[in-house]
């Protein structure tokens, strides 16, 4: 496995680790909110039921109080106190309510009670002493009462007119009801009403809310990690395998070329030295033997040199820095110098060379010397690849309205369907073998030319039969044909 495969994995686990985190520490925030707000709808509930028994009690109270009059006195006039007071009928009604209801607790608390049921709790005793210093009318908590989670409430109860009869001045006097007075003036703390509500039922149903919506988020959650998980694949993993493999594949194909070029290098350059050594030892040579050297030297050494372009050019491109001389164009004089190029390669290997320009082929705005190389690496690609015996054909032609269709066909080795689809890849060597050679860049230059002038190139092929290369190039701008003579030149 690769360096950057390996690096493409941890770059994956990095990613689904850093999803897991936050999606644990918005799993963690949503339950503690959740749950703050499970607990405060549960104490708004309570704490709305609270004081609507609180003004129930109130009414009660308040009833009494205004009712006194009518109780204690005869329809004659005359004062009979009754003992029914406010105080007395909001007590007997809280323990009523508090016996009948199941878990309530209704009672009134005081400083200095006066009956042992009115003595306050420490969270009664908080109350009062909140209400003494002038605070808020009302005082309420969670907490737990006899083993149940209930809710607690106290407000205020204080000195009204009627009751500074029995609490007011002189301090220290008995009141009807025999209790001494305190002395109170209207508006001072009387005492408070508690209220105790259980909130079971409440904090079962929150819990069961809670439940429900802690599992709605992890199902969301899920999702969205499955989402995510899955679109980092399609989109990230997947897409970084893929360039990684080519990069190791690129990465084999360089050494590959190296391998292959130093070879191929090596072979033009050792046969200019070897004619050369030749030509230098044997001066008494003969004319024929001496053209025979300077043709070897010469075809060597333009071997080499197109090598070297070829790799010159595919290094430009690779670097976004190959630019094209557009100007006008005539491809009979582009398959001419084609031609001359191959048709010494042709001959040492034994194949016949053709070639046929249409007499309708206009002059085209492109780049001439991209036109030449396009056709060179086809042809001597195609001379390459066919065996003895056999042929190369080049035919230019024009196409579609604005096109020009550009065929080197043979009747070489041809190549096989699964290798098809990489014949054009950069220092692909589909095919090779040990006598037909070549740097794998050839047709990665073709297409790459072909597709900066605006064209394309394929290839149709069958194996034992040979292949059809076809480039399309725009003519590019309106052009007169070339030639008067009216027929295609061969």
């Known amino acids: 496995m690769g360096t950057q495969t390996m690096g493409a994995k941890r770059l994956s686990l990095k990613l689904i680790l850093s999803v897991t985190v936050v999606v644990a520490v918005a799993a963690a925030a949503y339950v503690v909110w959740t749950q703050s707000a499970q607990n405060a709808a549960v104490e708004s509930k ?17 009833y009494i109080d205004d009712s006194q009059q009518a109780i204690n006195y005869n329809a004659d006039g005359s004062y009979d106190f009754k003992g029914i007071y406010c105080s007395m009928a909001g007590k007997a009604i809280a323990q009523r309510f508090t016996r009948e209801s199941n878990g309530y607790v209704i009672r009134y608390v005081r400083e200095n009670p006066r009956s042992s049921t009115d003595v306050p709790d420490r969270f009664e005793q908080t109350a009062l002493n909140h209400f003494t210093v002038g605070g808020s009318n009302e005082h309420y908590e969670m907490a737990e009462y006899e083993g149940r989670p209930v809710f607690r409430y106290a407000s205020v109860l204080p000195v009204k ?35 105790i509500i259980p909130v079971d039922s409440y904090v079962q149903e929150a819990h069961a809310e809670f439940v429900r919506s802690v599992g709605f988020f992890c199902l969301l959650a899920a ?8 679109a980092m694949k ?45 030509w230098e ?39 976004g820095r190959l630019e094209l001389q557009w100007d006008e164009t005539d491809l009979f004089d582009v398959v001419g110098e084609v031609m001359a190029t191959s048709v010494p390669l042709a001959q040492k290997r034994g194949v016949r ?17 991209a036109l030449r190389k396009i056709l060179l690496n086809l042809v001597s690609n195609a ?12 035919a230019v032609c ?63 092929s069958e194996l034992e039969k040979g292949s059809t290369f076809t480039v399309m190039v725009p003519v590019g701008r309106e052009a007169s044909r070339v030639g008067d003579d009216g027929d295609a030149r061969n």
Request: hydrophobic share 40%.
């Open 46 to 62: 309570a704490l709305a039921e609270a004081r609507t028994l609180d003004i129930e009690m109130r009414a009660v109270w308040n």
């Open 234 to 278: 399609l989109w990230v993993s997947s897409p970084l395998e893929r360039a990684n493999r080519q990069l190791e594949r690129e990465s084999q194909q360089k050494s590959d070329f190296l391998a292959v070029m130093s070879h191929e290098l090596r072979t033009p350059l050792t046969s200019i030295i070897a004619y050369t050594d030749i």
């Open 223 to 230: 999702a969205i990690v499955a989402v995510l998980l899955l």
């Open 383 to 394: 001379i390459k690849f066919t065996e003895p015996g056999g042929s190369v054909r080049l």
């Open 353 to 369: 060379l053709s070639h046929e320009v249409d007499y309708d082929v206009p002059i085209i705005y492109s780049d001439e010397e």
């Open 161 to 195: 007119r009627n009751c500074l009869q029995c609490h007011g001045d002189p301090a220290g006097t008995p009141d009807e009801t025999g209790f001494l007075r305190e002395g109170m003036e209207q508006g001072d703390v009387a005492g408070a009403v508690s209220i």
């Open 281 to 319: 030892k044997e001066r008494q040579t003969s004319p024929e033997a001496q053209e025979q050297f300077v043709r070897e030297i010469k075809q060597s050494s333009a071997q080499l040199l197109e090598m070297v372009n070829n790799t010159i050019d595919v290094a430009r491109l690779d670097a």
């Open 398 to 460: 024009p196409d579609a309205p604005g096109w020009i269709r550009m065929e080197v066909a043979d009747t070489g080795m041809g190549i096989s369907e699964g290798d098809l689809a990489h014949i054009f890849e950069k220092f692909s060597q589909v095919g090779q073998t040990e006598h037909s050679g070549g740097s794998g860049i050839g047709l990665f230059l073709v297409k790459s030319l072909a597709e900066s002038l605006g064209g394309s190139v394929s290839v149709s």
